[in-house]
Nanobody
């Protein structure tokens, strides 16, 4: 079994910073990519940032220049450094990993349980 566990969410004032972490554990042979998604109340879930095993990254336009995704492949961990936070960043942030569990296995997707980020004064 594979588990993704997020941490680091909370309440922060506008302009503040938070750092989210997501650790993948269990039967994992290799992780192709990991990503952060978010979903605000009444809105569709959106991709925030993604990083692949080679370290290549991509960001939603709304967070470019403010958020940074990074990873520690040895620890199967992905981070999301969020700076200059805005009230519109308020959402439930979930971690996603696409990985293979055994040599020659097919890629499988797994989700974390989510962590709430609230930006408010």
């Amino acid at each position: 079994q594979v588990q993704l566990v997020e941490s680091g969410g909370g309440l922060v004032q506008p302009g503040g910073s938070l750092r989210l972490s997501c650790v993948a554990s269990g039967t994992i042979f290799s992780i192709y990519f990991m990503a952060w998604y978010r979903q605000a109340p009444g809105k569709q879930r959106e991709l925030v940032a993604v990083i692949n095993s080679g370290g290549n990254t991509n960001y939603a336009d709304s967070v470019k220049g403010r958020f940074t995704i990074s990873s520690d492949n040895a620890k199967n961990t992905v981070y999301l450094q969020m700076n200059s936070l805005k009230p519109e960043d308020t959402a439930d942030y979930s971690c996603y990993a696409n990985l293979i569990k055994t040599v020659g296995g097919r890629g499988l997707g797994y989700w974390g349980q989510g962590t709430q980020v609230t930006v408010s004064s």
